[in-house]
């Protein structure tokens, strides 16, 4: 059974800092590509950035491109969004999630399973 545990969310004040950590288990996941998106409340859930297996190409949101960085520890199944300059309107649930695709995709509709999430709150 596929698991997804995400970590590290929090209150921060705008222009701070988190890292959040998601946790795979259940299969290996080193041939997947793994995303990160989020969903406010009353908002669709929004891409924020993905890496590919290999772990050499990245894609970011325009939201987000410049200030978070997704990085991956294949051996350990787990996969790292760090952010940076932080603002209100990145106030969400933070999810991790893999896909199969051979492409990566920027739609949650194309991956395949996903954890609890993690709330990051960022105040004015």
């Known amino acids: 059974q596929v698991q997804l545990v995400e970590s590290g969310g929090g209150l921060v004040q705008t222009g701070g800092s988190l890292g959040l950590s998601c946790a795979a288990s259940g299969r290996t996941f080193e041939s997947l590509h793994m995303g990160w998106f989020r969903q406010a409340p009353g908002k669709e859930r929004e891409f924020v950035a993905l890496?590919?297996?290999?772990?050499?190409?990245?894609y970011y949101g325009d939201s987000v491109k410049g200030r978070f960085t997704i990085s991956r520890e294949t051996n350990r199944n787990t996969v790292q969004l760090q952010m940076n300059s932080l603002i209100p309107e990145d106030t969400a649930v933070y999810f991790c999630?893999?896909?199969?695709?051979?492409?990566?995709?920027?739609?949650?509709?194309?991956?395949?399973?996903w954890g609890q999430g993690t709330q990051v709150t960022v105040s004015s």
């Open positions: 999630a893999p896909t199969a695709r051979i492409l990566p995709p920027r739609t949650s509709s194309e991956y395949d399973y």
């Open positions: 890496i590919t297996w290999s772990g050499t190409i990245t």
